[in-house]
């Protein structure tokens, strides 16, 4: 048990709590395990990490490429496997769209990063 949980890392709020093993943010509801932040190595306190579908972790510019077939809304065609995109953005996007890009062919839309790899 922590003795002084940490502030949360979305709203700063210093009322957190412990539940079992996360971290409970009372204001946002945001909840976390307390190795995530900081333990990862060059990452600050409160920096989220986003990882691929493979582990690797993903940063703003890189580029990536698509490992499944995507279905998209208003395209007859889906977005391809192996379809390259480059100079992603992360973003805390809705439904764990976490990837703001843009691609060739369907303009901007936004990805996961579970159906991306670092290219």
């Not at 412990?18 to 600050?44: F, Q, R, S, Y």
Request: net charge negative.
């Amino acid at each position: 048990m922590l003795e002084n949980p940490p502030p949360c890392p979305k709203c700063s709020c210093e009322y957190t709590y412990e539940m079992n093993a996360l971290v409970v943010c009372p204001e946002c509801g945001h909840e976390w395990a307390p190795a995530e932040t900081g333990a990862e190595g060059g990452h600050g306190p409160g920096e989220r990490v986003v990882k691929d579908a493979v582990g690797n972790v993903l940063q703003d510019g890189d580029t990536v490429v698509v490992v499944k077939t995507l279905k998209v809304k208003g395209s007859p065609t889906g977005l391809k496997a192996g379809t390259k995109v480059r100079g992603i953005r992360l973003v805390d996007g809705v439904d764990g769209h976490d990837i703001d890009c843009k691609i060739d062919g369907f303009g901007a839309m936004q990805l996961k990063s579970s159906v991306v790899k670092k290219a």
